[in-house]
């Protein structure tokens, strides 16, 4: 009976220890993690909704005046008679503000020209928060494959020591050289600490941008850690970031907001007529049938001086100034996106002679001087430089590997859409 409960003790913390696991996440899913969580994009999409919300506000139209006027009442006795009341006049009366020239409707596409500008502004915040967010993906990437060479080198080398023990100990090394092996030992153990705390930083500012409280060890993420010969032509980039770049569209939109703000300027210097209708009940009048009487009115401002001159020349430059924006932002995606292809080419570049040749090549140079140094062929020297060069070699290509990634994330920023997965 103990053994059985120990055994379904067992099987329970098992299946505890597996259920709190969390399967490693692909890119997809850390970015719609990252678009559902991350407090930036609530916080901008909260703007956008103001920024509607707005709308309404700016094509209410003009709430009329409601005015109560009295006169007349006594303040005097009249042939020793005190009627105070008896003389009073009343005159109710209501007035409104016609506005013209389409200034409510102006006034409205002046909004939506707002709404439209703060969704591409945050179409273009999380296209830069997409950047980082890939490259702290790929940070996991690049430190998990540091972490994975590091731990093999490692191995390698505690198998090289145990031959080389058993060299010393028949007396084909000297003690003195099993010693410097063992120290250099301490350059292993120490990629591998150094590949784990990069390992768990990366994994923290992953997890800060997701706004995610989940502990480390049960965090993870799984993608693919190379680089693909394939290019897309320049053109082809280029032709797609005019298209997709929301900081251009925002501009471009801008530019039409800016015309829209400028035909509301002028329809704001013309006079808007108020409008006024009043009933009097005024019986003081002698004639019985005089005492109510209807009345209308009309209120024209006259803007000789003020005709709204400023905001007219302000609205009339500031279309200019967001037209030659518009240009500005036209050079700077062409230039974004030539210098990640740039980048791009000259990674896959280095890339190449790397995975056909010094990848393999420093292998058979380790491999080949670490036997000749077990019988005796080869130097103590000549053994480290060849362990060293086939480290360096190895760290080298990963570090390439993912310059080729981040340099990707940088054209997929510069495209503002993901054109290389």
């Known amino acids: ?37 991350n407090p930036n994009l609530t916080a901008g999409r909260v703007g956008v909704e103001q920024s509607r919300a707005q709308e309404i506000t700016a094509f209410l139209r003009p709430n009329p005046d409601l005015t109560f006027t009295t006169d007349g009442t006594q303040i005097s006795r009249f042939e020793g008679v005190w009627r105070p009341f008896a003389g ?50 790929v940070g996991i990437l690049h430190a998990k494959e540091i972490l994975r060479v590091a731990q093999d080198n490692l191995a390698y080398y505690d198998r090289v020591l145990d031959v080389n023990r058993t060299r010393q100990q028949a007396g084909d090394i000297s003690e003195v050289d099993l010693g410097r092996l063992e120290l250099q030992r301490v350059q292993y ?17 992953l997890l800060s941008l997701l706004n995610d409280r989940t502990p480390l060890e049960q965090f993870d993420v799984n993608g693919k850690f190379d680089f693909s010969e394939q290019m897309t032509p320049l053109e082809e980039f280029r032709a797609t970031a005019m298209d997709a770049r929301p900081d251009l569209k925002a501009a471009l939109q801008a530019v039409v907001k800016s015309k829209t703000d400028h035909q509301l300027a002028i329809a704001n210097g013309s006079a ?22 209807l009345g209308a009115g009309v209120n024209i401002p006259l803007r000789i001086s003020d005709r709204n001159q400023g905001e007219k020349l302000r609205t009339q430059l500031d279309i200019s100034r967001n ?14 996106v030539d210098s990640a292809y740039v980048t791009i080419a000259s990674n896959i570049a280095l890339l190449r002679p790397y995975r056909d040749k010094y990848l393999q090549q420093a292998a058979k140079v380790r491999d080949t001087i670490s036997f000749a140094y077990q019988n005796g062929g ?9 362990q060293n060069d086939y480290r360096n070699i190895q760290l080298s290509y990963l570090n390439l590997v993912g310059s080729y990634l981040t340099a990707a994330g940088q054209m997929n920023l510069a495209v503002g859409r993901e054109v290389i997965p």
């Open 88 to 137: 009073t006049q009343v005159s109710p009366g209501i007035n409104y503000l016609h506005e013209r020239e389409h200034k409510r409707e102006l006034r409205r596409d002046s909004a939506q020209g707002a709404t439209a500008i703060a969704s591409s502004t945050l179409d273009d915040q999380e296209r830069t928060l997409l950047f980082t967010l890939r490259s702290a993906f």
């Open 189 to 205: 153990e120490s990629d591998v600490q150094t590949a784990e705390v990069s390992l768990r930083t990366a994994k923290i500012q």
């Open 272 to 293: 808007d007529p108020t409008f006024s209708l009043w009933v009097t009940h005024n019986p003081s009048f002698n004639n019985p049938f005089d005492h109510n009487t």
């Open 323 to 336: 037209q030659a924006l518009v240009d500005a932002d036209r050079a700077q995606v062409f230039s974004d």
């Open 1 to 37: 009976m103990p053994r059985l409960i120990g055994r379904a003790l067992a099987g329970f913390l098992l299946a505890v220890s597996v259920g709190s696991a969390q399967t490693a996440l692909t890119w997809e899913q850390v970015r719609e993690r990252f678009r559902a969580n």
């Open 378 to 386: 080869a130097s103590l020297l000549d053994f480290l430089s060849a």
